[in-house]
């Protein structure tokens, strides 16, 4: 068995002043897998997902960090966890997490 992952703090929603929630689409994944670091054979620690376009990138704790670059390049600030069992979601902009809806 895999450690368990530590749930991050959530911030109560009424509590935080995230004002990107209108980027969040109905997105489904680009893929199973950061479609980035598949493309140069590199690896990953965990995968987080766009919820503006659905693109699958990985978190900063990979050695490229696709997702916080794909915020960055593309101003997508919303993403969500991919782990199994993760539900949260995190704003670039603001630097916090948003309860999910
Ligand atoms: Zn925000
Ligand atoms: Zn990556
Ligand atoms: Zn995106």
């Keep these: ?3 368990r992952t530590i749930r991050p703090m959530v911030i109560n929603a009424r509590t ?7 980027v ?3 997105v489904r994944p680009d893929g199973s ?3 980035e670091c598949l493309a ?9 997902m766009c919820l503006t376009c659905g693109a699958v990138r990985c978190c900063d704790a990979s050695p490229n960090q696709h ?3 794909h ?3 593309t101003s997508h600030p919303i993403i969500r966890s991919m782990e199994p069992g993760e539900d949260w979601i995190w704003c670039y902009v603001d ?3 948003i309860e999910p809806a």
């Design 33 to 35: 897998g950061c479609a």
């Design 40 to 48: 140069v054979g590199d690896e990953w620690a965990h995968l987080r």
């Design 1 to 3: 068995m895999s450690t």
């Design 16 to 22: 935080i002043r995230c004002t990107h929630r209108a």
């Design 24 to 26: 969040i689409k109905p």
């Design 67 to 69: 997702a916080s670059k």
């Design 95 to 97: 630097e916090v997490y």
């Design 71 to 73: 915020a960055r390049s």
